[in-house]
């Protein structure tokens, strides 16, 4: 789960979930959304699938972590490029694997 200061340091970064938008490949959001996020900022999600999210993710993320060898693993988690503005929230970091997890639901 990001953190509210994660959220505001979004604000000044371009992060991996922006990318798809800017070039087109999110079909649920475009530059424009990106623009608007960055100089508005955004609120957080809500409902059932959002919550259920947040309280599965550490738990889901250490059974991934156990069931491929990856010994400790880092929740939520903020990386930057040297530069400062492009960034990544991480839902689990594996330093010694060099190997991230990135814990998502959907339903149908």
Request: glycine content about 12%.
């Amino acid at each position: 789960m990001i953190t509210p200061e994660q959220r505001e340091l979004r604000r000044d970064r371009l992060g991996s979930s922006d990318f798809p938008a800017i070039v087109g490949a999110d079909p649920s959001r475009n530059p424009a959304d990106v623009y608007y996020d960055k100089v508005y900022g955004t609120k957080d999600l809500d409902g059932d699938a959002v919550r259920l999210g947040n309280l599965f993710e550490t738990p889901l993320i250490a059974w991934a972590a156990e069931v491929l060898g990856l010994g400790d693993v880092e929740v939520n988690v903020t990386v930057e490029h040297a530069g400062g503005i492009l960034a990544a929230n991480l839902d689990g970091l594996a330093r010694g694997a060099r190997c991230i997890i990135e814990g998502k639901w959907t339903a149908l």
